[in-house]
């Protein structure tokens, strides 16, 4: 069972002689839309009605964006640093990951424009998506959908509550006119990475999920010391 203080623990031990690389990182995709998590993008797309020059940068550019952000994160974890790696989602499938993050928050969206609560359920259900196609970007976007709701079956109170533990330090950014949110979005980002290899992990190791589906060798990827769950 995991809790968010050892993924916090291990989110600043992957950051540690790392930040200012996973800052940039987090910057350019910040900069281009690409938010904080899937929560907050859902339903800001569900309750905002952008221009249609904002939707298209936000489909053909900030999507793939995400899924890079995702995968360098997932490297970065494994001590493999590289900047590079936030542009991967143009160069790797890029079609079938914009089409399955498209779609995604088209769900949430939808189901946002219905109640605030159901959008609020279905982006935590699909939390793990752009992980997952970061993963393995070959990977269709509803089985996508399909291995994240497995993965988040009974655990989305507790990615609200891990997602929620953040707001302090994002109000704490904003004193600064917004500026200090940004130094706060790596920590994020690591966190949620972190989250996601257990859950991963966790539904390879209880045959839930065959790690070959996510172009993964068996046994997972063991986690680099001092990490713990």
Known sequence: MWNRTILKSNAKIALTGRYWVAFAV???TSLLGGGYSFLTKGI????????YGDILLMIFVSMPFVIGTC???????????DFGTVFSGFQLNYSNGVGAMFVTNLLIGLWSLLLVVPGIIKALEYTMVPYLL??????????????????????????LVL?????GWFLLGTLCLGVGILFVIP???ATMTELYIYLRDR???T???????????????????????
């Open 207 to 229: 045959n839930m999920l065959n790690p070959a589906e996510l172009g993964l060798v068996q046994p997972a990827q063991e986690y680099r010391q001092p990490y713990q769950y």
């Open 26 to 28: 987090s910057l350019l």
């Open 134 to 159: 970061a993963d393995n970007p070959s990977l269709p976007g509803s089985r996508a959908r399909e291995i994240s709701r497995m993965m988040t079956n009974g655990e989305k109170w507790n990615i």
């Open 71 to 81: 995968r360098f994160f997932l490297h970065n974890h494994f001590g493999v640093t």
């Open 44 to 51: 800001h797309m569900a309750w905002t009605l952008p221009p």
């Open 187 to 189: 920590y994020f980002n």
């Open 203 to 205: 539904a390879i190791q």
């Open 163 to 167: 997602e929620l533990s953040f707001l």
